[in-house]
């Protein structure tokens, strides 16, 4: 089980910060830069931009300081054994700079520890080791992506409320347009950014959502495959089954009976 010693989330050093270790935190030591700091490494020395992570092994001589105030840092210490497992197995790069594909996701995901190092219960230490094992994963998994444009980053907090807000209403039937008047963005360049930080086009998440929902409608209710497209924002049950079937290679009568 992975063991949390310490955590701060959106942590604000208004005066600046000079953090030395020439022999290393004793522990797993994570930081992620909402404020440009110069940081250094083992002898190397890089400049940490907003959105940027450092895992800092153990042992490692390691420093970082800030380059504008006030600094703001999110920060989790953690103990060594089963989390360098854990890292080993995913290839996570360990006292190297790294930018997260999705600007939100550590802000997010070091709240959730926080959040869960609060918490009373007799679960609370297996909550914190997923908490910790679903952080790193992610990470891991985003660094496949390259990382996102400055430009993009702006939007990106809008964005990723709008894709929730998305799945989470499926049956709206919303445009292109208002999507794009939501976030205060022309057509155009909200699909290119859209496009740029998700990985696909705001219509395919638009159908996705859909299609999940109606998933879940087939194989957890009775309604006719018309009750549910029209519960799943379709007007026509025509088109409601062709999308089906592109998503999910069957009809929507064929999963039902597979699924049930």
């Keep these: 089980m992975l063991q949390l010693v310490s955590c701060g989330s959106r942590f604000t050093h208004r005066e600046g910060i000079s953090i030395e270790r020439p022999q290393g935190a004793g522990n797993y030591a994570f930081v992620f830069f909402r404020s440009r700091a110069e940081v250094k490494v ?10 940027s992570c450092i895992l800092f092994s153990p042992n490692s001589d390691h420093a970082y300081r800030d380059l504008e105030k ?48 609060r918490e009373e219960g007799p679960y609370r230490d297996e909550i914190i080791d997923l908490e910790l094992r679903g952080l790193f994963a992610k990470l891991a998994n985003g660094l496949a992506r390259d990382a996102v444009p400055a430009r993009t980053n702006r939007y990106a907090e809008s964005l990723v409320q709008l894709r929730s807000d998305l799945y989470g209403s499926p049956d709206a039937r919303m445009s292109v347009e208002s999507l794009a008047e939501r976030v205060s963005l022309s057509k155009s360049y909200f699909q290119h950014l859209y496009k740029e930080l998700f990985g696909c086009s705001v219509v395919t998440d638009m159908i996705r959502g859909r299609v999940e929902y109606a998933k879940y409608l087939l194989g957890s209710t009775r309604l006719s495959v018309g009750e549910i497209g029209r519960l799943c924002g379709y007007e026509n049950e025509t088109h409601f089954m062709r999308q089906f079937k592109q998503v999910t290679s069957v009809t929507p009568g064929a999963y039902r009976k597979t699924n049930r």
């Design 42 to 51: 083992n002898g190397r020395i890089e400049q940490a931009e907003p959105n």
């Design 70 to 117: 006030p600094f703001v840092n999110d920060w989790i210490h953690c103990e060594e054994q089963e989390l360098k497992m854990w890292l080993e197995r995913l290839d996570f790069p360990v006292d190297r700079l790294i930018v997260s594909a999705d600007p939100v996701l550590v802000p997010r995901c070091v709240l959730d520890v926080q959040h869960a190092e």
